[in-house]
């Protein structure tokens, strides 16, 4: 595309393959990443409905669950995962 572009040149893709071939030419081919294709597999990061819609006292003690997932770094690069669960106790009526 460059030689067609700058120089007005164009050559067959399998004259280029050729050229490529005899001078030892190789073109890095960007490999898929790992950990996304890991995580389309496991869905870990898919959203679901909102099914609560905020009404979070719902009146019977351990219905609602609410959490958060915080990352914390100690060390020398190690890391700790935090997910503390909130139980929201149920209304005296």
């Known amino acids: ?12 893709l399998k ?3 050729r050229i490529m071939k005899k001078f030892d030419i190789v073109c890095p081919v ?6 996304r ?7 870990e990061h ?3 409905p909102n ?9 019977i003690a351990g219905k609602v669950l609410l959490t958060d997932i915080t990352c914390l770094s100690y ?9 503390p669960l909130k139980m ?3 209304m005296k009526f």
């Open 1 to 12: 595309m460059t030689l067609e572009r700058q120089y007005q040149i164009t050559y067959n």
């Open 15 to 17: 004259r280029i393959r």
């Open 30 to 35: 960007r490999k898929a990443n790992p950990y």
């Open 37 to 43: 294709r890991m995580a389309k597999a496991t869905k």
């Open 46 to 48: 898919r959203t679901l």
């Open 51 to 59: 099914l609560l819609n905020r009404q979070f006292k719902q009146g």
């Open 75 to 83: 060390g020398k690069g190690k890391r700790a995962y935090l997910s």
């Open 88 to 90: 929201r106790k149920p």
